[in-house]
Structure formats: structure tokens, C-alpha cells
């Protein structure tokens, strides 16, 4: 199948990569292959650090069960490494509030099997001598993962390349529907048309798309100097090790696509890093990055299927960890027909009164 991507973000670029590995010819269209949010990403793994429940987190949950084979697959095609690991994400509480925050969560999570380990305060500085003393206690989640975001990028761009996926440089302006299909859409340069059409614009969706997705800016620091082997969650910083450097998220603020970094933002995050681990006022630093995070009024994405196009968009905090099941719902569909669920519980009905 002839099949056009709207997009060159993790969302479109890991689409592009299953379709073509199945064979389909795929073109991806971009106004611009830096300007996506998942060059920013810390990378977490983490549906359960981050709390979540219900049909997200059994969506987070079946995407991060295909992570490894994933990664084998993609690094192969690539011909790259790419930084990833499932070391587990050490959820920390600030205070009590926080702790109260995590507990709450666990019977959830003891009930669907998840495997954790709580960590009381004496249990916890004695495996972790790095932390504050004044942190209230942790838990393990066990299963959670770390990827290099920026690597990540990398290797689809090289597979897309290794597997003959034009990538072609426009800014989508509009799109042609005709009795509830897309006939053609239309760029700068070109109109193009297909036999299919995924569209993964992440924040820029309300515009093209008339979708309430909104950016969320978040600002991260990147730093060096320190040895970890996991990541360290808390409210106040995500600290996340990656090959040769730390990175350190990540800032929520409503500031529309304001893609200056602000000292207020790189303040917060070094102060907030180094009351939970000391030693990190001693680390270099290297440079600070602005996202936009693709947010939706009940931070769910918005997965749809229309008779010859679908748009994944909406992936909020956690693209990275949904990008292999967002790609393989489109694969299903395309290559046998399969209509997942999911496209019924995320669609954007629910937004239409
Ligand atoms: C600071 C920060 C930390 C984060 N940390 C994590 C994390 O630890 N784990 C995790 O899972 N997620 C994390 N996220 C969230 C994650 O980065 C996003 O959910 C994800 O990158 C969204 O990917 P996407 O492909 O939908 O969008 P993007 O990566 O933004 O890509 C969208 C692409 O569409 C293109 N585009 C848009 N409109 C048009 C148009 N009209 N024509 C042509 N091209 C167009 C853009 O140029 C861009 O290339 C983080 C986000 C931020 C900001």
C-alpha cells in the first residue's frame, strides 16, 4: 500500500518504520525534523512512576511489553545501538504528601501482578547511598525502563533511510476530505495523495486537524559527571542516566510554543536534582532543551480510524514508551484489517457533546 505520514516525530517516524519493514511504500512529510518534542524527551519507561491507571495504563503496559523486541529490531534495520535498558525506576517522595501519592497506588498495582519493592527510609539509604536523607521513602518499580530519546531519533531516521522511506521536507496546510475520506493533502510545495494516511503532527494538531491538543512546554537539562544506574523520579526532578550523560526533567508550564529556555526553569530543575541527590551540585553542566508536550484536556491521546486515514496525536508526557503501540495499531489495521479497541476508547468523540 501506498501509505503517507504526516509528521516526523517518534509517533510518525516508528509507523513509518513497521509499515515499511512490512513492505508498504511509505513517504513521511515534515516541515521540519527538529522541531519535534521527542528530541526533548527524557526517555522514561515509566506508566507506573507516573501514576497511571485504567485504559492508560493498560495501554502503557502492552506498549512497554513490545519495547525490547522493538529496539532489537529497529537498532538491527539502523545498523545503531541505542542506549536502553529495563533497570527500573526508583519513585521517590519528597514529603508526605508524595508518599501518600505513591501508596495509594500500590494495591492497584500488587492486584495486576506489577512487581515493585517498597522501600522503607532505613532500607532505602542503605541501598542508596547518593540520596537525601530527607526523602520519606521509595519504591521500586522494577519493570520500568530508560531509552536514549535523542539515540532513539537517530535510529529511526537512519531505518526510514535503510529501508528507502522518503522523507520529504513541507508544511501540511490543509487537508481534503470527501465523504468522510481524505483525497489528498496539501503542502507548500505539493499536493500529494495515497492509499492511506497516518497523521502524527503531536502540539501542531489543533491547527491542522481541529483537535484539542495543546503544547505543555517542558524544559530539560542535560549534565555529566555522575555515575547511575537508574532513574531517580520525584516531583521535584526526574533524574535520568543515559550513555554518557544525565538528564534532568522537566518543567509543566502553560506558555503556548515559547521556546525560550528561562534561568527560573534551570533553576528549579538543578535545585530540585540536588535536594534529592546531594552530590549532583558537583555535576557539569551542558545545556538546557524546550519541548512541547502534546497534551489533550483528559491527558489521554487521540487515537482515530477513518476509512482511509488515522491520527495518533496527543501522547502527552509518555510518546516515547506509546510509540510502539501506536505504530502497531496502524500495522494491524493495515495489514489485516484488525480495528484494536483502543482507537474506540481514545477516539476524539469523546470531546463532541
Ligand atoms: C521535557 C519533556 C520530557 C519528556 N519526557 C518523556 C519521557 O520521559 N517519556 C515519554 O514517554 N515521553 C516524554 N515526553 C513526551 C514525548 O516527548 C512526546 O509525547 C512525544 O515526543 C510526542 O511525539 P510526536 O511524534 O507525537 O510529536 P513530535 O515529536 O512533536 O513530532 C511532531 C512532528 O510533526 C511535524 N508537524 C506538525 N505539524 C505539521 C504540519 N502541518 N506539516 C508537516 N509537519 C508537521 C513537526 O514538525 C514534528 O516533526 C517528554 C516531553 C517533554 C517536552
Given amino acids: 500500500m501506498n501509505i503517507l505520514i504526516i509528521g516526523s516525530g517518534v509517533i510518525g517516524l516508528s509507523t513509518a518504520f513497521e509499515l515499511a519493514l512490512a513492505g508498504h511504500r511509505v513517504r513521511v512529510i515534515t516541515r521540519n525534523y527538529e522541531e519535534g518534542?521527542?528530541?526533548?524527551?527524557?526517555?522514561?519507561?515509566?506508566?507506573?512512576s507516573e501514576g497511571l491507571e485504567g485504559d492508560l495504563l493498560e495501554f502503557s503496559r502492552e506498549s512497554l511489553s513490545l519495547y525490547s523486541d522493538f529496539i532489537d529490531r529497529l537498532s538491527d534495520v539502523a545498523r545503531l545501538s541505542i542506549y536502553f535498558n529495563r533497570n527500573g525506576i526508583l519513585r521517590l517522595a519528597v514529603d508526605q504528601e508524595e508518599l501518600s501519592l505513591i501508596e495509594k497506588k500500590l494495591s492497584l498495582y500488587a492486584r495486576l501482578g506489577?512487581?515493585?519493592?517498597?522501600?522503607?527510609?532505613?532500607?532505602?539509604?542503605?541501598?542508596?547511598?547518593?540520596?537525601?536523607?530527607?526523602l520519606m521513602g521509595g519504591v521500586l518499580f522494577e519493570e520500568e525502563g530508560n531509552v536514549d530519546a535523542e539515540k532513539l531519533m537517530d535510529a529511526l531516521l537512519f531505518a526510514c533511510e535503510n529501508?528507502?522511506?522518503k522523507i520529504l521536507i513541507d508544511d501540511i496546510t490543509e487537508v481534503e476530505l470527501k465523504d468522510g475520506r481524505v483525497e489528498s493533502v496539501k503542502g507548500y510545495r505539493e499536493t500529494y495523495r495515497a492509499d492511506f494516511y497516518v497523521f502524527a503532527t503531536g502540539s501542531w494538531s489543533r491547527q491542522l486537524l481541529k483537535l484539542p491538543v495543546f503544547p505543555v512546554k517542558g524544559q530539560i537539562l542535560k549534565v555529566k559527571g555522575l555515575e547511575l544506574d537508574k532513574v531517580y523520579y520525584?516531583?521535584?526532578?526526574?533524574?535520568i542516566p543515559k550513555e554518557n550523560h544525565i538528564l534532568i526533567g522537566?518543567?509543566?508550564?502553560?506558555?503556548?510554543f515559547d521556546r525560550r529556555p528561562t534561568l527560573g526553569?534551570?533553576?528549579?530543575?538543578?535545585?530540585?536534582?540536588?535536594k534529592v541527590i546531594p552530590s549532583m551540585e558537583g555535576a557539569e553542566f551542558l545545556s538546557v532543551k524546550v519541548g512541547f508536550r502534546p497534551a489533550t484536556p483528559d491527558e489521554k491521546p487521540i487515537l482515530k480510524l477513518g476509512e482511509n486515514f488515522a491520527y495518533l496525536v496527543g501522547h502527552y508526557r509518555n510518546g516515547i514508551l506509546w510509540a510502539p503501540i501506536s505504530?502497531?495499531?496502524?500495522l494491524d489495521f493495515v495489514e489485516?484489517?484488525?480495528?484494536?479497541?483502543?482507537?474506540?476508547?481514545?477516539?476524539?468523540g469523546r470531546f463532541k457533546t
Fill in 265 to 274: 526553569g534551570v533553576k528549579s530543575l538543578a535545585e530540585g536534582s540536588i
Fill in 114 to 134: 506489577i512487581s515493585f519493592q517498597k522501600l522503607e527510609v532505613e532500607e532505602l539509604f542503605k541501598r542508596e547511598p547518593l540520596l537525601s536523607k530527607t
Fill in 234 to 239: 520525584s516531583k521535584l526532578a526526574y533524574i
Fill in 336 to 348: 489485516r484489517g484488525v480495528v484494536s479497541p483502543y482507537f474506540d476508547k481514545f477516539s476524539d
Fill in 37 to 48: 518534542t521527542s528530541w526533548v524527551a527524557g526517555g522514561m519507561l515509566a506508566p507506573y
Fill in 327 to 330: 505504530a502497531k495499531l496502524i
Fill in 163 to 165: 529501508l528507502k522511506i
Fill in 250 to 256: 522537566a518543567t509543566s508550564e502553560d506558555a503556548g
